[in-house]
C-alpha cells in the first residue's frame, strides 16, 4: 500500500519541487496551497504524512499542527513542519503544538527523505 503524503505550502516552486521528490520516493502525494485547505483536505484524505509550511495564507501551519492534533480521529497523521524560520522557539513552539518533526529550508532533499522515511516506519 502506497503511502499518502500532503504536500501544504504556498510557494508554488517548493510543492513543485517536494511533489516531484515524493512521488520518486514511491509516495501518493497530495496538495494544499493554504491553512484551511491543508485542513479539509486531512479530514477528507488522511494522509499518513503532512509536509506543514509554517508561513502560509488563511491559517498558519501552527494552527493547522494543532487542530489536526487536537482531533483524536487525525491522531495518526504524521507532521513534519517545514520553516524558513529556524530560531528554537519557532521549533519548541511547533514541536508543542505536536508536530512529529521540524525541517528547517533551505534543506537537502536527501535530508528530507530520510525523514520522510523516518516518520513512516511503523
Known sequence: MHKKILIADD???IVISLEFLMKREGFEVSIAHDGEEAVR???AERPDLVLLDVMMPKKSG?????EIKADPALA???VLMLTAKGRDTEVAK???LGADAYMTKPFSTRELVDKVR???EP
Open 76 to 78: 495518526a497523521v504524521r
Open 62 to 66: 501552527f494552527e493547522v499542527c494543532q
Open 118 to 120: 523516518s516518520l513512516l
Open 41 to 43: 483536505r486531512i479530514r
Open 94 to 96: 511547533g514541536l508543542a
Open 11 to 13: 510557494e508554488q516552486n
